[in-house]
Nanobody, 124 residues
Framework: QVELVESGGGLVQAGGSLRLSCALS????????MGWFRQAPGKEREFVAT????????YYADFVKGRFTISRDNAKNTVYLQMNSLKPEDTAVYYC?????????????????WGQGTQVTVSS
């Protein structure tokens, strides 16, 4: 059974930083691409960042470019999202996801497995 467990969310002031982690079990980590998405109250789940199976390819949503960094450690079966210069509009539940193809994708419909989400709240 595939499971994704996120951690690292919390409350931070605007301009601060957080690092989210997501650990995968039940599937060979190096065989999957990973993504981070977020969902704010009353809004659709939206793409944040994605990384290919080997970390060689990454894509970001325009609104996080230069502030967020996605990375992965295949030895630890873990993907990370380093979030810097946080803004109140970054407040959302953040989800990690895994897809069976090895290629990074910004399309949430191409992901097979999802974590339970972790809350990020940025105060002004």
């Amino acid at each position: 059974q595939v499971e994704l467990v996120e951690s690292g969310g919390g409350l931070v002031q605007a301009g601060g930083s957080l690092r989210l982690s997501c650990a995968l079990s039940g599937r060979t980590f190096s065989s999957v691409a990973m993504g981070w998405f977020r969902q704010a109250p009353g809004k659709e789940r939206e793409f944040v960042a994605t990384i290919s199976w080997d970390g060689g390819t990454t894509y970001y949503a325009d609104f996080v470019k230069g502030r967020f960094t996605i990375s992965r450690d295949n030895a630890k079966n873990t993907v990370y999202l380093q979030m810097n210069s946080l803004k109140p509009e970054d407040t959302a539940v953040y989800y990690c996801a895994a897809r069976g193809g090895q290629f990074a994708s910004a399309n949430k419909n191409r992901y097979d497995y999802w974590g339970q989400g972790t809350q990020v709240t940025v105060s002004s």
